[in-house]
């Protein structure tokens, strides 16, 4: 597994499962979604290439499956995040911010491909993709509005400023390098600091 990033799934009873998924995830990772095979994933897990259409039919099944899973644990960890912050929009948005942050650079590989494959999915598995991800960005968008609301946030334009403030967390897939000169926690701070002015508040702690 690249060093950038943690294993997205975990070894549980599914074992084969687990293993064809992250295979999967580094592959699409190294070559993208038209330059991996099936193939390159079959022996990524260590199984043989019947085995592996046993699991999933197709790169697409693969795709869809990695990118559903990944917004599910971004999303958990957002929730949670938010859930014990308070009531104050501007700690809930602090919260969530570092908590992507922290999402991001432990699965730098997920956060990428989820950026940049999803344009390859069609159809059924494309719109349950959207719709996943949607309902992260509508977090944002309830914190933000209730701020904007409340008085805490003087952005003119709540909608906006939360679509740009997530495009800004997913792009630090594109760029985070773990030997950078920022730490984890230390990017997680910046980058709520950001958000803070992002939405024209005065509390930029």
């Known amino acids: 597994m690249n060093s950038r990033s943690s294993t997205l799934v975990p070894e549980t009873a599914r074992a084969n499962e687990a293993a064809i998924l992250n295979a999967a995830l580094e592959a699409f990772s190294q070559k993208g979604f038209n330059g991996a095979s099936m193939r390159d994933v079959a022996r990524g897990a260590g199984t043989s290439l019947s085995n592996l259409y046993n699991y999933f039919p197709s790169k697409s099944d693969l795709l869809a499956a990695?990118?559903?899973?990944?917004n599910d644990e971004l999303l958990n960890r957002i929730e949670t995040a938010v859930a014990g912050a308070g009531r104050r929009a501007?700690?809930?948005?602090?919260?969530?911010?570092e908590a992507h942050v922290r999402f991001v650079v432990e699965h730098q590989n997920a956060s990428l491909v989820a950026l940049s494959e999803i344009r390859y999915l069609t159809g059924a598995a494309r719109k349950r993709v959207v719709a996943a991800r949607d309902r992260t960005q509508g977090l944002y968008e309830e914190i933000v509005a209730a701020g904007a609301a409340g008085g805490e946030f003087g952005t003119p334009h709540p909608e906006d400023a939360a679509r740009n403030l997530v495009s800004m967390l997913s792009a630090i897939s594109t760029w985070y390098s773990p030997g950078g000169r920022l730490d984890p926690d230390a990017l997680a701070a910046q980058h709520a600091?950001?958000?803070?002015?992002?939405l024209e508040t005065n509390d930029r702690s």
Do not use: K
């Open 66 to 70: 990695l990118l559903r899973m990944a």
């Open 193 to 198: 600091r950001f958000s803070m002015a992002l």
């Open 90 to 97: 501007t700690d809930q948005l602090r919260a969530a911010v």
